[in-house]
């Protein structure tokens, strides 16, 4: 049934006299225009659609977290949208190949005419870094140098005000913070998981021992990096010792959301703790595909430029690659399958917890 008094028309309704006319190669004001140099506008521009459309979505995950309680049936709406996100984000990664039908000497006919307006002044992009919790204190020292220098003085008042609020990463750290199923009254899950966990290191320590094929120096790093895994398994229950190494870069989590974190994950088939994994999982994809993105685009640019400085004056591809290695967010869920154990090992839960991780029905008399 129709709901609108007055008709809609597709033009009218998208916009696209302002959509298609917002193309203005630079190089038509120099002389002749460069053929390239509109398919290079119109792939950023759907860029920032696109980045538009995430920080929509994200956005509305915020709201959710920013409440004191997260209801178990909101979950799923908040799942719903982490996964457009990551479909988006798949595309923008599949985008890059368009832009690379373009050679190197197809760029260089317009790319002098574009200094200094730079993908480093994206704001959107910017945005939706520091949203998610890559603020300045986590970037590369690089980045913590120049993420606000290339930028006019609104837009870097507007970005510096944003890294106060509160990011995705922090809101789901309280969130996580939160879980009621740290403490189990007289059963002692956490003891019974360092017994299993150092099981599980000393089988694998004894392997290592016993191999005969492997020269002495390698066994001996095999050895040590037992060692530390064995370090961070005893610094989760130890207050203490977690702090120092969340201080040393280690952890980004606080221990009792990574506790809670760790807990979903090993019990990710109960039925209350589904949708809270299918959460966990989700972060770690976004951040997964932001990080190929930022590699695609590395490797782009070296394509296009070589070791050529950028037109934002930054190192190109020794900046980017270096971005992709260190400006990470969820670091931590990726690491998380190093506590994980076989689920033959896992300690059996009690009837009374299985209870409330499940959903039971009482019978009816």
Not at 91 to 105: D, F, G, H
Not at 130 to 150: C, H, M, P, Q, V
Not at 181 to 204: G, K, N, P, V
Not at 265 to 292: A, G, H, R, S
């Amino acid at each position: 049934m129709q709901k609108n008094t007055t008709p809609c028309y597709y033009g009218d309704y998208l916009q696209l006299d302002k959509l298609l006319t917002a193309q203005a190669p630079e190089s038509a004001r120099y002389g002749a225009e460069a053929h390239d140099e509109t398919l290079f506008i119109i792939v950023h521009q759907v860029y920032e659609l696109w980045f538009k459309q995430i920080l929509h979505e994200l956005k509305a995950v915020m709201s959710v977290f920013a409440a004191a309680e997260v209801k178990d049936e909101q979950l799923t709406g908040i799942v719903h949208k982490l996964k457009r996100i990551i479909s988006i984000q798949q595309l923008l990664n599949q985008q890059i190949a368009v832009l690379e039908t373009m050679t190197p000497q197809d760029f260089m006919a317009f790319r002098d005419y574009l200094v200094p307006a730079s993908g480093f002044q994206s704001i959107q992009f910017k945005m939706l870094e520091i949203g998610l919790g890559l603020k300045t204190e986590y970037r590369i020292d690089f980045d913590k140098n120049a993420f606000y220098s290339r930028l006019n003085e609104p837009d870097r008042v507007f970005l510096q005000a944003l890294e106060h609020e509160p990011s995705l990463f922090e809101r789901v750290e309280k969130w996580l913070e939160r879980m009621p199923f740290l403490q189990f009254d007289e059963f002692s899950f956490w003891q019974m998981y360092q017994q299993a966990t150092e099981t599980m290191l000393a089988r694998d320590q004894a392997i290592v021992s016993s191999i005969t094929q492997i020269a002495e120096h390698e066994r001996a790093l095999q050895l040590a990096e037992i060692a530390r895994t064995r370090e961070k398994f005893a610094a989760l229950l130890d207050a203490q010792q977690y702090q120092t190494l969340q201080q040393q870069g280690s952890f980004r989590l606080s221990q009792k959301a990574m506790l809670s974190a760790l807990f979903i994950n090993l019990y990710q088939e109960e039925p209350l703790f589904n949708l809270p994994f299918q959460l966990l999982t989700c972060l770690t994809e976004v951040d997964e595909q932001l990080t190929i993105w930022r590699y695609k685009h590395a490797m782009m640019v070296q394509r296009m430029l070589g070791s050529k400085i950028g037109t934002g004056g930054s190192s190109g591809h020794d900046y980017l690659k270096r971005t992709t290695e260190k400006n990470r967010i969820f670091t931590d869920l990726f690491s998380m399958a190093t506590f994980l154990l076989p689920k033959s090992a896992l300690p059996a839960l009690p009837q009374a917890i299985k209870r409330q991780l499940g959903f039971y029905f009482a019978p009816q008399r």
